[in-house]
């Protein structure tokens, strides 16, 4: 009986957990917008595991979607690990923080804009288009989400949970702009870079404390840097459990794996592979921190750059793809679904040439297309045969032909012009120095004859002339030989 007693309240006491944490985790769900569509992607449910790895799943593009840190037999998150990106502070004393603070309020950026739905909304995000190709994490982005919380989200697949990873984070907190008139979103492009701003919000709950003001910009070079302006308050004492702060950067790859059950989706699961993240202790009024990409595997397109670079480690190319990678980017699910791992085991550059080179894909050449002078050096059998040759032996083949009928051509041209220039040149000898000879006379009255002919013709009208009855109609008198 006491064992009973004893199962049932830990059931109810897990339940309760349950709800508690469902509840907790709700402070992390944010409403993403389109743009273009104004349309939201809404979670179904998420909750917190025990073990602290963050959790959340929904119904998108026919299946469900879990992001999770990755699991134990694969390579853990890295962070601050300078694989791909170098940062350094700058406190407010540095002209550096000065330089790189970019004044919306300057009447040259006539590109800024207000972004009215984030600067009246809690817990939300907007997608943006970018006038230009991003690199993050050597991946290049041409979209961006805008989130009230001091975030921009960096992911394809929108969800709820959008502090969890592949975010560019400034000052991620639990902002919300729509408190005062005074909280407005701001975001500049000019093509060279892409500058957000988080003017005066202030943080829900503990709106007395003070206004923050900071912004992030985005260059095309790839260059992040994170300036401050107002940060009335300690980082360190602003978050909370429910809604933690975070500044820095995040990435990650979403992996397909079919279901157990036939009828039910596949499950695609988000996978964070790396992370920076910057000491907020740096972090106050008037500082700034600037974030330089390196060189990553994805920079490389030839299988001797991917090699042997100095500039990258642990790369490895893949020939199927034509792809160079370490496995971890958020190309993974082509990196697996080709087995690419495995092929760049043990195999260099030149197996895969050699690999190219003798499996190039057969070409049929047919032999009734040759010109009679190549159709003289093979029998009649011989010219109804396919011969099956490789691309390459077909293109040179083929370019050599190309190559010398155009030669015989333009010589056999010249040689046939000049044969008629000289045949020419004697018929004007041969006459004038036998004038009195038969054929001489015979050509000297045929040339008479023609140049009458025509002097007769000259008087045609341009169109027969149509004449009444009883009248005769003009003739054409064409002479004769002399």
């Given at each position: 009986?006491?064992?009973?007693?004893?199962?049932?309240?830990?059931?109810?006491?897990?339940?309760?957990?349950?709800?508690?944490?469902?509840?907790?985790?709700?402070?992390?769900?944010?409403?993403?917008?389109?743009?273009?569509?104004?349309?939201?992607?809404?979670?179904?449910?998420?909750?917190?595991?025990?073990?602290?790895?963050?959790?959340?799943?929904?119904?998108?593009?026919?299946?469900?979607?879990?992001?999770?840190?990755?699991p134990d037999n694969m390579t853990r998150v890295v962070e601050d690990s300078g694989?791909?990106?170098?940062?350094?502070?700058?406190?407010?004393?540095?002209?550096?923080?000065?330089?790189?603070?970019?004044?919306?309020?300057?009447?040259?950026?006539?590109?800024?804009?207000?972004?009215?739905?984030?600067?009246?909304?809690?817990?939300?995000?907007?997608?943006?288009?970018?006038?230009?190709?991003?690199?993050?994490?050597?991946?290049?982005?041409?979209?961006?989400?805008?989130?009230?919380?001091?975030?921009?989200?960096?992911?394809?697949?929108?969800?709820?949970?959008?502090?969890?990873?592949?975010?560019?984070?400034?000052?991620?907190?639990?902002?919300?702009?729509?408190?005062?008139?005074?909280?407005?979103?701001?975001?500049?492009?000019?093509?060279?870079?892409?500058?957000?701003?988080?003017?005066?919000?202030?943080?829900?709950?503990?709106?007395?404390?003070?206004?923050?003001?900071?912004?992030?910009?985005?260059?095309?070079?790839?260059?992040?840097?994170?300036?401050?302006?107002?940060?009335?308050?300690?980082?360190?004492?602003?978050?909370?459990?429910?809604?933690?702060?975070?500044?820095?950067?995040?990435?990650?790859?979403?992996?397909?794996?079919?279901?157990?059950?036939?009828?039910?989706?596949?499950?695609?699961?988000?996978?964070?592979?790396?992370?920076?993240?910057?000491?907020?202790?740096?972090?106050?009024?008037?500082?700034?921190?600037?974030?330089?990409?390196?060189?990553?595997?994805?920079?490389?397109?030839?299988?001797?750059?991917?090699?042997?670079?100095?500039?990258?480690?642990?790369?490895?190319?893949?020939?199927?793809?034509?792809?160079?990678?370490?496995?971890?980017?958020?190309?993974?699910?082509?990196?697996?679904?080709?087995?690419?791992?495995?092929?760049?085991?043990?195999?260099?550059?030149?197996?895969?040439?050699?690999?190219?080179?003798?499996?190039?894909?057969?070409?049929?050449?047919?032999?009734?297309?040759?010109?009679?002078?190549?159709?003289?050096?093979?029998?009649?059998?011989?010219?109804?045969?396919?011969?099956?040759?490789?691309?390459?032996?077909?293109?040179?083949?083929?370019?050599?032909?190309?190559?010398?009928?155009?030669?015989?051509?333009?010589?056999?041209?010249?040689?046939?012009?000049?044969?008629?220039?000289?045949?020419?040149?004697?018929?004007?000898?041969?006459?004038?120095?036998?004038?009195?000879?038969?054929?001489?006379?015979?050509?000297?009255?045929?040339?008479?004859?023609?140049?009458?002919?025509?002097?007769?013709?000259?008087?045609?009208?341009?169109?027969?002339?149509?004449?009444?009855?009883?009248?005769?109609?003009?003739?054409?008198?064409?002479?004769?030989?002399?």
């Amino acid at each position: 009986m006491c064992f009973s007693l004893v199962m049932l309240f830990l059931c109810l006491s897990q339940t309760e957990l349950a709800k508690v944490g469902a509840q907790q985790q709700t402070d992390y769900w944010y409403g993403a917008v389109s743009q273009q569509h104004g349309e939201s992607a809404l979670g179904d449910r998420a909750q917190r595991s025990s073990t602290g790895h963050t959790r959340m799943s929904r119904a998108v593009l026919g299946g469900g979607v879990k992001i999770n840190t990755l699991p134990d037999n694969m390579t853990r998150v890295v962070e601050d690990s300078g694989k791909y990106y170098a940062w350094q502070s700058f406190g407010p004393k540095d002209q550096r923080a000065q330089d790189l603070w970019v004044d919306m309020s300057d009447v040259r950026h006539s590109q800024v804009r207000e972004h009215g739905i984030l600067s009246n909304s809690y817990k939300q995000a907007v997608m943006v288009a970018l006038s230009f190709d991003f690199p993050f994490y050597g991946h290049y982005l041409r979209q961006i989400t805008i989130a009230t919380g001091g975030f921009i989200f960096t992911g394809d697949v929108t969800h709820r949970m959008l502090t969890a990873t592949q975010y560019i984070a400034p000052l991620m907190a639990n902002f919300d702009p729509s408190h005062s008139k005074e909280s407005t979103v701001q975001y500049l492009d000019n093509g060279e870079v892409f500058v957000v701003q988080w003017e005066r919000v202030r943080l829900a709950g503990r709106e007395s404390e003070g206004a923050f003001t900071f912004q992030a910009a985005l260059y095309r070079t790839g260059t992040i840097t994170f300036s401050y302006r107002d940060i009335p308050l300690p980082l360190d004492g602003i978050g909370s459990a429910e809604n933690p702060v975070k500044a820095g950067l995040s990435d990650a790859f979403m992996v397909t794996s079919p279901s157990s059950k036939p009828a039910d989706p596949a499950q695609q699961t988000i996978y964070e592979y790396h992370r920076v993240e910057i000491d907020t202790t740096k972090i106050t009024g008037y500082s700034a921190v600037e974030l330089t990409p390196l060189p990553t595997c994805l920079l490389h397109d030839s299988c001797e750059l991917c090699l042997s670079s100095n500039q990258t480690s642990g790369c490895s190319w893949c020939n199927v793809l034509q792809r160079c990678s370490d496995g971890m980017d958020r190309h993974r699910q082509e990196w697996l679904d080709y087995a690419c791992s495995d092929e760049s085991k043990e195999a260099t550059c030149d197996d895969y040439f050699r690999d190219d080179s003798s499996t190039g894909s057969p070409e049929i050449v047919d032999t009734t297309s040759m010109t009679p002078l190549q159709k003289g050096c093979e029998n009649d059998d011989d010219a109804k045969r396919h011969i099956f040759k490789s691309g390459s032996d077909v293109k040179a083949d083929s370019s050599t032909k190309t190559k010398g009928l155009s030669r015989f051509g333009v010589i056999a041209g010249i040689a046939t012009a000049l044969v008629l220039l000289l045949a020419l040149i004697l018929v004007a000898l041969y006459i004038n120095c036998h004038s009195t000879a038969a054929s001489s006379l015979y050509l000297i009255q045929r040339r008479k004859s023609h140049w009458l002919s025509l002097k007769f013709q000259k008087q045609q009208p341009g169109y027969p002339e149509v004449e009444g009855e009883g009248h005769e109609k003009y003739s054409i008198v064409e002479a004769g030989p002399c």
